[in-house]
């Protein structure tokens, strides 16, 4: 049986509660009453550059944005996930509670730091100094590389200023970030927050004299940085691919420890496999280094990507040919081996649909739709553009809304995507995969990603006939306004048409005050 890893408290406030009381800021207060109060707080600058970093519509409503978790459960991973360093979260208590129990289900080895406060603290920025003494008693060398502090919503909106902590205690580093649901829109981004950071920090650290190597040595090759969370077997790949050019495959960032980031920076050029870590981009280009977009995916986007980065290294041709001669017949081969057929749509927040989109479409199969909750970039762009050419309708910062319309326009044979997406196919009996678990987590690169697709998707295709046994069988059992937990004691729950009826009407009734009082 697995221990349970708790939560370290560190450096509590003699007496103070763990919930936010009264303070009229917690998270109830909603996103435009947050990002206000932060702004007035000091938070201006950092929320000026998210906006420009993850754009989205400010005029967006509930329904017209992403629907994501906790965008701050990206930047956590990402810190969990690095040997030497701890993360410590300040918070709402009920906050801090949910994303460790998504670290640990996502598997965690590890316990997260948590700082408590209540209003009187967080007014008083005696919260503040509760976290410059927990980096102080943290902050021990023979364990830690780096302490990594991250302000949820309610210290961002306050102005708590993470920014004034010292830069280093002991020889460990101390890195400060807000990630705020009001300013970051996807957990996906978050993990850019904390890479791009480190990113900074790291070649300030290069600049001011030597740095560790990697364990395992620089390599004797020239390195492509790989930006973006991928398959484990997916970097070996690219490697492969990478071989004939005289080029090696450098670290995956988010890293998983400290020195990689030196390694990730020594990359003679960058392949932004997951095109959003927009922060990391820059940090990359201020060292100088050419960002290719895209990926190896399929026989026309493997094609393309050894072009684009044997182009951008001055590889000779002759080079950059024997590497396509190599690799494009066999993942020819393999896609005409095992095609798809059937209808899909396909979305996610991971960043990774167009990529998955492009593999689908040339392993046969009719691709109608992309949502990727992540926003447009210039890295994305040729991903897009081969997919509308192949007349798939790409949304990019796609809400639930838009993904539910686009599996209902389509009638899709299969629906991938995200955990409600799911739900929704299943109960219309549409076989149906979970994009985070089932797709995303399978090789997608060069030969190993070009069949590896196929069976899971045959297979889901497949169950149709079993969703509508299903369906004939169970009926409208629990459905509408049977729907829920009842006692049979009571009887079946009754429509209760006239209730409905003057429920709508009490609904349009306020919607049309709230417009005249709009009109004042």
Not at 466 to 490: C, I, L, Y
Request: net charge neutral.
């Amino acid at each position: 049986m697995s221990a349970v890893i708790p939560p370290i408290v560190v450096a509590p406030t003699p007496g103070v509660k763990t919930a936010l009381e009264g303070d009229g800021m917690g998270c109830h207060a909603g996103g435009e009453t947050l990002l206000a109060a932060a702004k007035s707080a000091g938070k201006s600058a950092v929320l000026d550059q998210y906006a420009k970093d993850y754009p989205r519509d400010p005029k967006a409503g509930p329904h017209d944005q992403p629907q994501s978790m906790c965008p701050a459960f990206g930047s956590l991973r990402v810190g969990l996930r690095m040997r030497r360093t701890m993360t410590i979260l300040s918070g709402s208590a009920c906050c801090v509670y949910g994303l460790t129990f998504t670290s640990h289900f996502y598997g965690a080895r590890r316990s997260v730091g948590y700082v408590p406060f209540n209003s009187e603290s967080l007014v008083t920025g005696k919260l503040f100094e509760d976290i410059r003494d927990a980096v102080h008693q943290q902050a021990d060398p023979a364990k830690y590389d780096a302490i990594v502090i991250i302000n949820l919503c309610v210290p961002t909106a306050s102005g708590v200023p993470l920014q004034i902590l010292p830069k280093e205690i002991n020889g460990v580093r101390i890195i400060g970030i807000d990630v705020p649901g009001f300013g970051v829109p996807t957990h996906a981004e978050a993990k850019d927050v904390l890479a791009g950071a480190m990113l900074r920090y790291a070649r300030a650290e290069i600049q001011a004299g030597p740095v560790q190597a990697p364990r395992a040595g620089r390599s004797g090759k020239p390195t492509v940085t790989l930006l973006g969370e991928m398959f484990p077997a997916d970097p070996m790949v690219i490697g492969a691919l990478l071989e004939p050019m005289g080029l090696a495959a450098g670290p995956v960032v988010p890293t998983r420890e400290w020195r990689e980031l030196y390694a990730a920076l020594d990359g003679a050029a960058v392949a932004a496999i997951h095109p959003f870590y927009t922060a990391s981009i820059r940090e990359f280009e201020a060292a100088g280094r050419s960002v290719v977009g895209s990926a190896p995916v399929g026989h026309d986007g493997t094609e393309a990507w050894l072009q684009a980065v044997g182009s951008a290294l001055n590889i000779a041709q002759d080079k950059i040919d024997a590497a396509k001669n190599r690799f494009l017949p066999v993942i020819k081969a393999v896609l005409g081996k095992t095609p798809i057929r059937g209808r899909i749509t396909l979305s996610g927040y991971e960043g990774s649909e167009l990529l998955v989109g492009r593999l689908l479409v040339e392993s046969g199969a009719d691709l109608r739709y992309v949502g990727t909750a992540c926003p447009r970039t210039a890295w994305s762009d040729a991903d897009r553009q081969w997919l509308e050419s192949h007349g798939v309708q790409v949304q990019y910062r796609a809400s639930l809304e838009q993904d539910l319309a686009a599996m209902a326009e389509f009638q899709p044979d299969l629906a991938i995507g995200t955990t409600p997406i799911v739900q929704a196919a299943k109960q219309q009996s549409i076989p149906a995969l979970y994009f985070t678990n089932l797709i995303s987590a399978r090789p997608l690169m060069g030969p190993a990603g070009a069949g590896s697709l196929a069976q899971v998707v045959n297979a889901a295709i497949g169950n149709k006939a079993r969703f509508d046994e299903m369906k004939e069988f169970f009926g409208n059992a629990g459905a509408q306004h049977t729907a829920g937990v009842w006692e049979p004691s009571q009887g079946v729950p009754q429509d209760n048409a006239a209730f409905k009826a003057d429920h709508r009407r009490q609904m349009a009734k306020m919607a049309k005050k709230r417009k005249a009082e709009e009109m004042i």
